[in-house]
C-alpha cells in the first residue's frame, strides 16, 4: 500500500496545534494544581490566640480552624525568628541549617558575627586593573579614531602619527587616573549562611511558580527560574546594621543610658531657628575601609598603627570621607520645624510624621552617575517644648537600589515599587529600638508598626489577585514586635507593669492579634475553593521579667577568667565595628563562656585557638558540671528556677553538624527569664541575675521551646499530633504533589493525617 505523502509544512502545523492543545487542555494533560497559600505570623503566641479564640475575638481564625484544623507547633531549638524560619524553609533542624542563633564566633579568633549572613568582598570588574586596562581601553581607542580622521583630514603620516599617539596616551592616562579615583576594586558582598533546599527551589525546579515574601534568612535574595522574592529578616539598614534610628534633640541632659541598641545621637545647638546639621550616613567601606586595609596589609606589623595614621591622613586631604553624610538644615520656629535635605522640603508640626523622603549619598562623579547610592528615611517631630526632638527612621535602600540584591530578580523590587509605592526594604522593618532607648513612646511604634503592615498587606493584596503562584509565601513580623514591648502591659508580674499604662496599652495586643485575624479574613476571601491556606507562627512568647548572665555565673564558678573587672558596656556599636566584644576573657584561665541567646562553648585545646580543655572525659566533665550547675540554678528573689533545661548539641540535632561551629550547650530558660543583654554580646554583668526594667519586656529567643508553641491552622485536616517546625517543608511539598527530598529532619503532615483517617 502506498503512504500518501504529507507536505512538511502542514507536519509542522499539526505537531504545533498538538503541543498547544496538550498545554492548554486540562483533559489531556495533568489538571491544573491547587494554590498553596503561607501566611506567617512572627512570633504569634498559641496561649494568646487560643485565649482571643475563645473571647470571641478572631473569627476568622476560628473559622479556619473548624473548617480544617488547628494545633499548638513546636518551634525550633532555640525558638528565634532566624532559626526557625530556616527549619521552616528547608525542613532540618539548625544543626544541619547552621542557622542557629542570632550570633556565631569564629574559634580561630573568638570573634562574633551574624550566623544568617557575613559580608565578604567581591572583586569589581578587574580589581586592581580596572585603572590599566581603562587606560588601554581609552587610549586604543582615541588612538585609532585620530589616527583615521587625521588620514581623512590629509595629515601627513608623521604628524598624524605624533599627534595621535601623544593625544592618545593623554586620554588613557586621564581616564586611567579618573578610574582609579572613582572606580572601586573591591566591593561588598553578602553570604547567606543557611544549608539546605529550601521547598521554593524544589518547587522552582519542576517548573512551579514561587513568590517569597519577607521569609527571614533569605538575604541576599535566592536565584528562581520563575518565582520571585523580597528578602526578610537579614537584609540590612544602609550602615550594615539590623536597623540603627536616629534622634536629635536640643536637650543637653538626654543621654539613651546603656545603649545596647546602637541609637544615633544627634545633638542640636539651640531650640530655634536654622541649625545645620547631617543624616549620620552609611559607612565608605568602598573607597575608605577598604583601600586603608589594602595598604595596612603590606606594611609590616610593627608599624601598622602609624601607617594606619598617615594613611587615613592622606585620605582625608583627598576628600574621602569615612563616612557618607547628608547635609541637613532645621529651621525651627514654635510651631513647626522644616526639613531641608537632599533637595526636599518637609515641614512637620508636633506628632506629625513625614512620608518617605529619598536621600542621596554621594560618593564620586562616576559611581553617582551609574550606580547612585539611594536610601529611604521619615521623620516624626515629636515636639518643640520644651527642647526640640526630632526622630529619623532606619536608613533603608531604596527599592530601585541594591548594591547586594534583596529581590530576586534584582529589578523586582523596583516593579514592586512602581505598582505599590515606596516601601521599606529593611529586614527588621519595625522600629523596635527606639522605645527601649528612652526615644519617643509606645505611640511612636505602634504608628510605625502599622503604618509597616499597611504597605504589607497592600502589596499581599494585590499579588495574590494576579493568581499566578503556585505556592506564595509571606511573613508578617508585626505580631512579634508588639510582643517584645508590650508584654509589660498584659504581665501583673512584670517589673514594669503599671495598672494605668497597662489599661491603656494592653488593648494594643489585642489589636495587633485581630489585624492577624483580618489579614487571615481577607486572604481567605481571595483564594479558590481548591486553595489550600496554612497560617503558622514560628515561635510563641514568654514575659521577661528576669535577667540570667551565663558568664556571671561562669566567672563564679570558676569557668572563665577575666583580664579586668567587666565594667565596658558591650554594645551593637562594638559588635558591628570592631567585633570587639571578648576582649576581657582572659582566655588562659576559662574553660567555658556564652555568646548569643543561650549558647555555651567549651573552651576546646584544638578547636579554639587558645582553647585549655582537653577533647574527652575532660570535656565531657565541664559540660556535665555547666548542665548540673544551671539546672540547679534558683533565683533567691523568686524562688523559681531560671534555667529549664540544658542541652548537649548531641541531645538538640541529628548527627553530621559542623562540630567547630554548633554550641556545645544551649541553656533554655524557665517562663518570665531570658538571658540579660550583656550576655548575649558576651558580656559579663555584676549580678548573676537582674530586674528587666526595660521596655523589651516580652521574648522567647532562649526560652526552652516547649513553653513557647506557636501556632498552625490549615483549611484542610493535617495531623494534629505534636507538629514541628521541621514538619511544615515536607507538609508543603506534598500539598503540591512534590516528593519531599530524602534525609529531611520533618515528615509531611498530610501523610500521617491520611494514616491516622484510615485507622
Same mark, same amino acid.
Given at each position: 500500500m502506498r503512504i500518501p505523502r504529507v507536505p512538511l509544512t502542514r507536519l509542522r502545523t499539526v505537531a504545533v496545534v498538538v503541543l498547544l492543545a496538550l498545554s492548554v487542555t486540562p483533559s489531556l494533560g495533568v489538571p491544573p494544581r491547587p494554590q498553596v497559600v503561607v501566611l506567617g505570623f512572627d512570633g504569634a503566641d498559641a496561649g494568646l490566640v487560643e485565649a482571643y479564640m475563645k473571647q470571641g475575638e478572631l473569627p476568622h481564625l476560628r473559622a479556619l480552624m473548624e473548617e480544617g484544623c488547628y494545633a499548638r507547633l513546636r518551634p525550633t531549638n532555640p525558638p528565634q525568628t532566624p532559626v526557625s524560619w530556616s527549619s521552616f524553609a528547608t525542613g532540618l533542624d539548625p544543626g544541619s541549617t547552621e542557622i542557629f542563633d542570632f550570633i556565631k564566633r569564629d574559634p580561630n579568633t573568638y570573634n562574633p558575627d551574624f550566623a544568617m549572613t557575613s559580608e565578604p568582598r567581591r572583586t569589581f570588574l578587574f580589581g586592581e586593573r580596572n585603572a590599566i586596562l581603562a587606560g588601554a581601553v581609552v587610549g586604543l581607542f582615541a588612538w585609532i579614531v585620530?589616527?583615521?580622521?587625521?588620514?581623512?583630514?590629509?595629515?601627513?603620516?608623521?604628524?598624524?602619527?605624533?599627534?595621535?599617539?601623544?593625544?592618545?596616551?593623554?586620554?588613557? $592616562?586621564?581616564?586611567?587616573?579618573?578610574?582609579?579615583?572613582?572606580?572601586?576594586?573591591?566591593?561588598?558582598?553578602?553570604?547567606?549562611?543557611?544549608?539546605?533546599?529550601?521547598?521554593?527551589?524544589?518547587?522552582?525546579?519542576?517548573?512551579?511558580?514561587?513568590?517569597v515574601i519577607h521569609v527571614p534568612a533569605t538575604f541576599p535574595a535566592e536565584r528562581l527560574t520563575l518565582g520571585r522574592m523580597?528578602?526578610?529578616?537579614?537584609?540590612? =539598614?544602609?550602615?550594615?546594621?539590623?536597623?540603627?534610628?536616629?534622634?536629635?534633640?536640643?536637650?543637653?541632659s538626654f543621654h539613651a543610658g546603656d545603649n545596647e541598641f546602637s541609637l544615633e545621637l544627634v545633638r542640636l545647638p539651640g531650640r530655634r531657628g536654622r541649625m545645620e546639621t547631617i543624616v549620620v550616613g552609611p559607612y565608605n567601606k568602598t573607597f575608605y575601609d577598604y583601600v586603608l586595609d589594602r595598604r595596612l596589609a603590606a606594611e609590616p606589623s610593627a608599624s601598622r598603627a602609624e601607617s594606619r595614621r598617615k594613611i587615613e591622613a592622606e585620605l582625608k586631604q583627598a576628600g574621602v570621607p569615612r563616612r557618607l553624610d547628608v547635609p541637613m538644615a532645621l529651621d525651627v520656629t514654635d510651631s513647626t520645624c522644616t526639613i531641608r535635605v537632599s533637595g526636599q522640603?518637609?515641614?512637620?508640626?508636633?506628632?506629625?510624621?513625614?512620608?518617605?523622603?529619598?536621600?542621596?549619598?554621594?560618593? &564620586?562623579?562616576?559611581?553617582?552617575?551609574? $550606580?547612585?547610592?539611594?536610601?529611604?528615611?521619615?521623620?516624626?517631630l515629636l515636639r518643640l517644648d520644651p527642647e526640640v526632638e526630632l526622630y529619623l527612621s532606619p536608613l533603608n535602600f531604596h527599592p530601585d537600589c541594591h548594591p547586594i540584591a534583596f529581590s530576586w530578580p534584582p529589578s523586582y523590587a523596583k516593579e514592586i515599587r512602581q505598582r505599590f509605592g515606596l516601601f521599606k526594604t529593611i529586614g527588621w522593618p519595625e522600629d523596635t529600638w527606639s522605645l527601649p532607648s528612652g526615644v519617643g513612646d509606645e505611640n511612636l511604634f505602634l504608628e510605625d508598626m502599622y503604618f509597616t503592615l499597611?504597605?504589607?498587606?497592600?502589596? %499581599?493584596?494585590?499579588?495574590?489577585?494576579?493568581?499566578? =503562584? =503556585?505556592? @506564595?509565601?509571606?511573613?508578617? @513580623?508585626?505580631?512579634?514586635?508588639?510582643?517584645?514591648?508590650?508584654? %509589660?502591659?498584659?504581665?501583673?508580674?512584670?517589673?514594669? @507593669? =503599671?495598672?494605668?499604662?497597662?489599661?491603656?496599652?494592653?488593648?494594643?495586643?489585642? +489589636?495587633?492579634?485581630?489585624?492577624?485575624?483580618?489579614?487571615?479574613?481577607?486572604?481567605?476571601?481571595?483564594l479558590d475553593k481548591d486553595a489550600t491556606l496554612i497560617v503558622l507562627s514560628d515561635h510563641g512568647f514568654s514575659s521577661f521579667r528576669?535577667?540570667? &548572665?551565663?558568664?556571671?555565673?561562669?566567672?563564679?564558678? #570558676?569557668?572563665?577568667?577575666?583580664?579586668?573587672?567587666?565594667?565596658?558596656?558591650?554594645?551593637?556599636?562594638?559588635?558591628?565595628?570592631? #567585633?570587639?566584644?571578648?576582649?576581657?576573657?582572659?582566655?588562659?584561665?576559662?574553660? /567555658?563562656? /556564652?555568646?548569643?541567646?543561650?549558647?555555651?562553648?567549651? &573552651?576546646?585545646?584544638?578547636?579554639?585557638?587558645? #582553647?585549655?580543655?582537653?577533647?574527652g572525659s575532660e570535656y565531657e566533665e565541664v559540660r556535665r558540671s555547666i548542665i548540673d550547675g544551671l539546672e540547679a540554678l534558683v533565683d533567691s528573689a523568686t524562688g523559681e528556677k531560671p534555667v529549664n533545661r540544658v542541652w548537649t548539641r548531641e541531645q538538640m540535632y541529628t548527627p553530621g553538624f559542623k562540630k567547630d561551629l554548633i554550641p556545645d550547650l544551649r541553656a533554655g530558660n524557665?517562663?518570665?527569664? +531570658?538571658?540579660?543583654?550583656?550576655?548575649?554580646? #558576651?558580656?559579663v554583668s555584676p549580678d548573676l541575675l537582674e530586674d528587666n526594667r526595660r521596655a523589651w519586656s516580652g521574648d522567647h529567643c532562649s526560652s526552652d521551646p516547649d513553653l513557647i508553641p506557636g501556632i498552625l491552622f490549615c483549611n484542610r485536616k493535617l495531623d494534629e499530633k505534636n507538629p514541628r517546625m521541621v514538619d511544615i517543608m515536607p507538609t508543603i511539598l506534598q500539598m503540591l504533589d512534590l516528593e519531599p527530598p530524602a534525609g529531611l529532619h520533618g515528615r509531611s503532615l498530610v501523610d500521617r493525617a491520611v494514616a491516622l483517617d484510615n485507622l
Open positions: 585620530l589616527l583615521i580622521a587625521l588620514r581623512l583630514l590629509r595629515i601627513p603620516r608623521a604628524r598624524r602619527w605624533i599627534t595621535s599617539v601623544v593625544v592618545a596616551v593623554s586620554l588613557g $592616562s586621564g581616564a586611567g587616573y579618573l578610574v582609579h579615583l572613582w572606580l572601586p576594586i573591591e566591593l561588598p558582598d553578602a553570604v547567606n549562611h543557611r544549608q539546605g533546599r529550601t521547598m521554593w527551589e524544589i518547587a522552582d525546579k519542576v517548573g512551579l511558580r514561587a513568590q523580597i528578602s526578610g529578616l537579614g537584609v540590612p =539598614d544602609m550602615r550594615g546594621r539590623i536597623g540603627t534610628p536616629a534622634y536629635y534633640t536640643s536637650d543637653p522640603t518637609v515641614r512637620l508640626r508636633p506628632g506629625q510624621w513625614s512620608g518617605f523622603v529619598e536621600l542621596k549619598f554621594p560618593m &564620586n562623579p562616576l559611581v553617582d552617575l551609574l $550606580s547612585p547610592l539611594r536610601g529611604l528615611v521619615r521623620f516624626k499597611q504597605k504589607d498587606r497592600e502589596i %499581599q493584596r494585590g499579588l495574590l489577585s494576579d493568581k499566578k =503562584d =503556585d505556592l @506564595y509565601i509571606q511573613i508578617f @513580623y508585626f505580631t512579634d514586635r508588639i510582643g517584645h514591648l508590650f508584654w %509589660q502591659f498584659i504581665d501583673t508580674g512584670h517589673p514594669l @507593669y =503599671d495598672p494605668a499604662r497597662a489599661a491603656r496599652f494592653a488593648p494594643e495586643v489585642l +489589636r495587633a492579634y485581630r489585624a492577624m485575624d483580618e489579614v487571615v479574613g481577607e486572604t481567605r476571601a481571595m528576669r535577667g540570667v &548572665n551565663y558568664n556571671t555565673w561562669l566567672v563564679q564558678n #570558676g569557668l572563665m577568667g577575666l583580664n579586668t573587672p567587666s565594667g565596658d558596656l558591650a554594645t551593637l556599636e562594638k559588635f558591628f565595628d570592631t #567585633g570587639a566584644l571578648l576582649g576581657h576573657v582572659n582566655w588562659t584561665r576559662t574553660k /567555658a563562656y /556564652a555568646l548569643g541567646l543561650g549558647s555555651i562553648y567549651v &573552651n576546646l585545646l584544638g578547636r579554639e585557638r587558645e #582553647g585549655i580543655v582537653a577533647p524557665s517562663l518570665n527569664y +531570658r538571658v540579660s543583654w550583656q550576655m548575649t554580646l #558576651g558580656g
